[in-house]
């Protein structure tokens, strides 16, 4: 099975389906900056990861995989993780991670090696997601270009358009579209970027919804 990934549940007994919602989305940003460091990986029985988080919980996987989905219980309070900066969600985002991780990969003999350069590689970023999703299009007098960058944080997920010139030096950034922190949301919002002329840039939706678009002037 190809694998897709992880996300976390709180399965906190005081905690209704609203705060649980909360929590899967504050730690949406590590998983995803997390995600993408890792190489395409292949396991016989499993194609994602649920850490549920369970105060007086064992570490454990969880015997049962459905759907290729494995749980993995954690044992943490997650109240605890709303008295946290934001700094510190992400650090113990990532820690709650590891811990989940260096158990499946007791479990399973999963091999370590893949986790832990994804984990050296978010401290190196700053526990900070910001990529860019689309490739540079350059104007039609090819002194600027434009590039879709995208930044997932606690709270939310943005798309900008970010205009530099040749010496990638920012010349100017506009926030497109925000959405909750699930790049799922945004991907139908982002199509083909298409500059007008030298002062103005459009960003077109994906089909269904090519006709829609976004234009920015830059004077």
Known sequence: MLFRGFNFKDRSPQHHKPKQGQFYFETNCIVYLFEQFLPKLHFDDVSSVQFECCPNAELACQPVIMDGLLPVT????????????DLEKKKKTLDLMMDGLQVICKDKGWDEEPFLYAYQKVVEKNYTFKKTYKNLKSS????????IEIEIGIYDCTASLVIEDQQQKHIYSEVLYKTKPRFDLLYPLLGDIKWMSNDEVR????????????????Q
């Open 203 to 218: 960003v077109h939706e994906r089909k269904p919804s090519e006709h829609q678009f976004k234009t920015v002037y830059l």
């Open 140 to 147: 039609p007098n090819r002194k600027l270009r434009a590039k």
């Open 74 to 85: 954690i044992p943490y309070d997650v109240s605890d993780f709303y008295h946290l900066s």
